[in-house]
Nanobody, 123 residues
């Protein structure tokens, strides 16, 4: 059984930094691509960042230069370092696991998801 568990969210102030973690069990992530998505109230889930099995990274334009995705394969964990947070970054953040690296901005390409962690940025 594959499980993804996110953690690290919370209430922070604009300009603060937060690091999210996603621990995977039931699969060794070294052969998989991983992604972070987010969903704000009343909005659709949107792509945030992606890291392929070879550590190539991609970002949404809205977070480029502020967020960094990374992976620690021995720990079976993916991270999202979020700096210079803005109120518009407020959302539930989800990590996903995908056996594919194409169309990584499409949530349908991910086979497994975590339950999400809430990040709230106050102004």
């Amino acid at each position: 059984q594959v499980q993804l568990v996110e953690s690290g969210g919370g209430l922070v102030q604009a300009g603060d930094a937060v690091r999210l973690s996603c621990v995977v069990s039931g699969r060794f992530i070294s052969s998989y691509a991983m992604g972070w998505f987010r969903q704000a109230p009343g909005e659709e889930r949107e792509f945030v960042a992606h890291i392929s099995w070879d550590f190539t990274t991609y970002y949404a334009d809205s977070v480029k230069g502020r967020f960094t995705i990374s992976r620690d394969n021995p720990k079976n964990t993916v991270y999202l370092q979020m700096n210079s947070l803005k109120p518009e970054d407020t959302a539930i953040y989800y990590c996903g696991l995908s056996p594919r690296t194409s169309r990584f901005r499409d949530g349908r390409e991910y086979d497994y998801w975590g339950q999400g962690t809430q990040v709230t940025v106050s102004s």
